[in-house]
């Protein structure tokens, strides 16, 4: 297929590019495990980080995918940026593609941003969240990471826990995990689900207790409190009385069951502290394949012409 030249949403890829997104990280897991964990395939492009918001998981993991394809990084922090002057976004983005950037992964609070930047740069943009909007890499990653635990998505139960309303990893996975012919449920107090929930392909289930023993993934999200404006639960203790996934929960859950989390975890809200540390959780599996597949979508739309099999040997030059 044709590469995608953007990443802005789900939509930009489809299943046949999900799907070849899948396929090439199985290329750069191989590449990751090796003793050099690097190869020349973007050797002379630049990728700019533009995260307007804090990110510890996905801007690390973008930036370490971009140099372990031997890309140079640019690392944009608004706080000693002439943000702090007034410049405009626009002109923020034209003063970095007048440097010379083949690509840029930008985060920002507001919607549609990703979109907005295509007008003012000839880069290809890859969305690392637009507000409450979408996060297709997150989403990317846990398709791989239930991919390298079950097989496939196809047929599977995926259940959806938490704040949805302001959740843009959610409304990504909705997208991509139906794309695979997954079946999605959503478990949610019904203050935190979107007003628009009627046109997504999901069910909804309001007891966690009945969803969770038909679950082959059970999917947590944290309270996004700082996207919150008025109080949407009586109680954090209530919330997680009906909503987290405590440890007796837990016993609830097939034996063959994913519990996954896109991080960061609120321990003791949707999730119990020892939780994460049973063996059906992969939540550390989903960082760690996060640098795998954001090398995979890096090269989907940056390394066009460049054959995967000339990267295959050890020996490159990675100097």
């Not at 939509?11 to 003793?35: A, C, M, P, Q």
């Not at 998505?153 to 695979?180: C, Q, T, Y």
């Not at 392909?201 to 700082?226: G, N, S, T």
């Not at 321990?267 to 640098?291: D, H, K, M």
Request: with cysteine; aromatic share 4%; glycine share 6%.
């Amino acid at each position: 297929m044709t590469p995608a030249k953007h990443v802005r949403g789900v939509e930009d890829l489809g299943k046949d590019g999900i799907l070849e997104i899948l396929e090439l990280s199985n290329h750069f897991l191989e590449v990751s495990n090796r003793r050099i964990p690097k190869v020349p395939a973007l050797r002379g492009k630049t990728v700019a980080n533009l995260f307007f918001e804090d990110s510890t998981r996905t801007r690390l993991s973008f930036e370490k995918a971009a140099k372990r394809l031997s890309a140079d990084v640019m690392n944009f922090s608004v706080s000693s940026s002439s943000v702090k002057k007034g410049e405009s976004l626009r002109d923020t983005v034209e003063t970095i593609s007048a440097m010379g950037v083949e690509a840029i992964v930008v985060r920002h609070r507001s919607v549609g941003v990703p979109w907005m930047l295509t007008q003012w740069t000839d880069a290809s943009i890859i969305n690392a969240g637009d507000g409450a909007h979408e996060h297709p890499t997150q989403s990317l990653a846990d398709c791989y990471t239930i991919t390298q635990q079950l097989g496939s998505l196809a047929g599977k139960r995926i259940v959806i826990v938490g704040d949805i309303k302001h959740s843009r990893v959610a409304r990504s996975n909705v997208k991509a995990f139906s794309a695979l012919g997954a079946s999605v449920a959503l478990v949610a107090p019904p203050t935190l689900l979107p007003p628009s929930i009627e046109n997504w392909p999901v069910d909804i289930i309001p007891d966690l207790d009945v969803a969770i023993k038909e679950a082959d993934v059970i999917y947590l999200l944290r309270m996004q409190l700082e996207r919150q404006e008025e109080s949407l639960v009586p109680s954090l203790r209530e919330y997680t009385n009906l909503y987290g996934l405590t440890f007796d929960r837990s016993k609830q859950l097939q034996k063959t069951a994913l519990v996954m989390h896109p991080g960061p975890m609120n321990r003791g809200v949707e999730i119990s502290g020892n939780v994460p540390n049973l063996p059906n959780a992969v939540i550390t599996n989903q960082v760690g394949n996060g640098v795998i597949v954001r090398m995979a979508v890096l090269y989907h739309i940056l390394g066009s012409g460049i054959a995967l099999a000339g990267l295959n040997s050890e020996d490159e030059d990675n100097d």
